[in-house]
């Protein structure tokens, strides 16, 4: 089993910046793929980036790439988001989940969920 949760979320204006954690508990935890994803308000989950059991590995969303970075340190058992140049259509739920590989964290196949943090953009 692993457990995840996240924090970081907050509000902040468009153009900005926040750093999302997320905080694993369990020993499998460097063996699995890990993931961000996002769900805004009457929109569907949509995934936002991954990363592979290594870190050597990452991949975002089109949305995103270029203005978020994906990070893992499988010592502290952590995996962090990056987000700047923040804008509106950013705002949503944001969750963690551990997968088998990035492919399938893209279809967005995930073995285990995160609880959520908040994040706002305004404009």
Same mark, same amino acid.
């Given at each position: 089993q692993v457990q995840l949760v996240e924090s970081g979320g907050g509000l902040v204006q468009a153009g900005g910046s926040l750093r999302?954690?997320?905080a694993a508990s369990g020993r499998t935890?460097?063996?699995y793929a890990m993931g961000w994803f996002r769900q805004a308000p009457g929109k569907e989950r949509e995934f936002v980036a991954a990363i592979n059991w290594s870190g050597g590995s990452t991949y975002y969303a089109d +949305?995103?790439?270029g203005r978020f970075t994906i990070?893992?340190?499988n010592l502290l058992k952590t995996v962090t988001l990056q987000m700047n140049s923040l804008k509106p259509e950013d705002t949503g739920v944001?969750?963690?989940a551990a997968g088998f590989g990035i492919p399938t964290l893209v279809k967005i196949?995930?073995?285990y969920w995160?609880?959520?943090t908040q994040v706002?953009?305004? +404009?």
């Open positions: 999302l954690s997320c935890f460097s063996t +949305s995103v790439k990070v893992r340190d944001y969750n963690c196949r995930v073995d995160g609880q959520g706002t953009v305004s +404009s």
